[in-house]
């Protein structure tokens, strides 16, 4: 992407705040003029008040100096306020689309991207951004018309020395392309290694237990100074170019400067030019430097604005695989796998060819081996995840018709690692929707989580971030309500009842049994006192149901279903 480019994709967002530029402008222009005005009172001091020694002049000039400092003051403010309007909301609907466009992507995305980078793009880049809409764009605007001001004033009183004065700059150009390429790149680097960064911490402090009970808080701490180093190194190499600019631009004046004093001192000594005229010119030629030099310099920072809005258009122009069907889903009685193939990628299939049915009143549970495709079943009925041969049947038909809110809102999921929210219990178990306490009340009786929950405070008592003033067992009971208040068609506990104590999983056992009538329940469990109940149980290994039916079907007829019996019996022993 180059600065066009950059400009093209923001016209959308500033076209809304047309007005608002409109009036930062005219602040700019009167701060020029106001500028321009100002260095146009040395002239009249010089020669009218200290040569022709003029008093009327004497009043008049300072109220011409006053009138021009409040109308380069008063320019000033409408623009700083009128473009910081526009650049805070820009942002504000930038942050709002890139999250928007990230929620709508599917699973595998955020399992491909690490936390840390997606949160390092949707700030640090973003503000990055903000350089570019609330700083690059309006100063150099700004720059641009308080030097174009100057210059008239520079013409105006000699325009053979303005040629002198200026020739110079355009040798000023090459140097300038060269040190924008080398920023960019620095640009670019610079906001990876701080994703980088940003990523190593979020690994750090979700990973905190594990550090302590490692002692590992030194290697970790060296991991990230490595980051870090590099990071500043790269840092100082993009401030080395940056801050060649400025001292450049000055050099290449000085010589301007110089020719001008020679000429126009010997115009001065000749009588060809008043003192008054070249004081004037030389003041406002010092000055235009001064914007000539800011202009320049936000070369550099523009080159980090256009990488951080590479990165961003990136996030916003990313489209899910997964769309969804146009129809919507009902209600779910029946579901079936007809020789499902799926891969994560293309080098392993995980599933390969599943066949299974089951229906309303019935519980089915997953057993076997770990890897062995138990959660990708799961991923695939929630639409996690595309197929790649074989049908998925809702009631008969393929579940690739159905919109993913129909039929994601008719499922409800218990997963492995449970999450949870900071915020009250009654929150975290009304998620899906509306907090109804006396429906909150009664799922967290049948997740067994009532008691515990009113020796808490109750249900508006405060949950900690990752439900951390809880207990594992205690968590997954939240997890339980939660998938109960949405009353889903189908239930899926995928290793739910894992952290629980016996007592508390007989009991969610026996409320899953009760639940039976009213929905589909698919159980994945390692512990077989768990599903020993089940209508149907698959053995999945490898990729494969091994062996499907009833635990006394299966005991009777199955010898690879009896093996991974026996071999959990002893496990469990
Ligand atoms: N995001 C992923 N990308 C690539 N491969 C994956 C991904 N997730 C899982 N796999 C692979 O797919 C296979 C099946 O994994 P899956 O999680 O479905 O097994 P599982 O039976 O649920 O295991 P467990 O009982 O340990 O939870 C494994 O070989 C795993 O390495």
Partial sequence: MNLREVLIRFKPFYIKYWKHFFIAIIGMILASVGTAGSFSAIKPIIDKIFIEKNETMLYIVPFFLVFAYLLKNCGMYLQTY?????????????????LENLLRLDILFFKKHRSGELISRCTNDINALQMIVSSIIPDFLREFFTALGLLIVVIYHSPKLSFFALIVLPL??????????????????????NADLLSRLSEIFSNIELVKANNTEKK?????????????????????VDALISPLIEIFGSFG???????????VIQGV???????????????IYNPLKRMTSLYGKLQIAVVASERTFYLLDLKPQIQGGAKELENINHLEFKQVKFAYDEHKEVLKGIDFA????????????????????????????QKKSGQILINGEELDNFSLESLRSKIALVTQDIYIFN????????????????????????????????????????????GKNLSGGQKQRIAIARALYKKPDLLIFDESTSALDNASERAIVQTIEKLKKEHLILMIAHRLSTIENADKIALLDEGKIVAIGSD????????????????????EL
Avoid at 82 to 98: A, D, E, P, Q, W
Avoid at 223 to 231: A, C, G, Q, R, Y
Avoid at 437 to 445: A, M, R
Avoid at 552 to 570: G, I, T
């Fill in 82 to 98: 009128y473009v910081s309007y526009i650049g805070t909301n820009i942002l504000r609907t930038l942050r709002s689309l890139v």
């Fill in 172 to 193: 000023v150009v090459f140097p300038l392309i060269w040190f924008a390429r080398k920023l960019k790149k620095y640009a670019k680097r610079g906001q990876e290694k």
């Fill in 220 to 240: 970790e701490k060296a991991k990230f100074d490595v980051e870090n180093s590099e990071l500043c190194k790269i840092q100082l190499k993009n401030t080395r």
């Fill in 257 to 267: 400067v110089a020719i001008v004093i020679i000429i126009g001192g010997k115009e």
């Fill in 273 to 287: 030019m008043t003192p008054g005229d070249f004081f004037t010119f030389v003041s406002a030629l010092f000055a």
């Fill in 358 to 385: 089951f229906k309303k009143g019935e519980i089915l549970a997953f057993v076997g081996p770990s890897g062995g495709g138990k959660t990708s079943i799961i991923g695939l009925i929630l639409h996690f995840f």
């Fill in 423 to 466: 915020d009250t219990i009654a929150q975290n178990i009304a998620y899906s929707g509306e907090i109804d306490e006396e429906k909150i009340i009664e799922v967290l009786k049948l997740a067994n989580a009532y008691d515990f929950v009113m020796q808490m405070g109750g249900i508006h008592t405060e949950i900690f971030e990752h």
């Fill in 552 to 571: 006394e079907e299966l005991m009777r007829f199955s010898s690879v279903y009896q093996n991974f019996k026996n071999q959990k019996d002893k496990a």
